[in-house]
Nanobody, 116 residues
Framework: QVRLVESGGGLAQPGGSLTLSCRNS????????MAWYRQVAGKERELVAQ???????TYADSVKGRFTISRNNAKNTVYLQMNSLKPEDAAVYYC??????????WGQGTQVMVSA
């Protein structure tokens, strides 16, 4: 059974930083893509950043230059380094692993708050 466990959320001040981690602590599978999404109450979940198994990363325009996604395949872990945080970055962040069979797996979500 796949189990994605997220950590690293919490409260940061505007301009501050947080690093999110997501590790697959369950059954290992071939991962095509790892990604981070976020969702604010009442809004649709949006893609924040993704990285392919070729280490090609793309970002939402709203986070370009501030967030960095990285993956450690040996540890089955994806990270999201978030710098220069803004109040509008506050959301529940979800990690997503897409298998080579195009099946999606999701973490439980971790809350990020940005406030002075």
């Amino acid at each position: 059974q796949v189990r994605l466990v997220e950590s690293g959320g919490g409260l940061a001040q505007p301009g501050g930083s947080l690093t999110l981690s997501c590790r697959n602590s369950g059954s290992v599978f071939a991962v095509r893509r790892m990604a981070w999404y976020r969702q604010v109450a009442g809004k649709e979940r949006e893609l924040v950043a993704q990285v392919t198994n070729a280490d090609y990363a793309t970002y939402a325009d709203s986070v370009k230059g501030r967030f960095t996604i990285s993956r450690n395949n040996a540890k089955n872990t994806v990270y999201l380094q978030m710098n220069s945080l803004k109040p509008e970055d506050a959301a529940v962040y979800y990690c997503n692993f897409e298998s080579t069979l195009r099946k999606d797996y999701w973490g439980q979500g971790t809350q990020v708050m940005v406030s002075a």
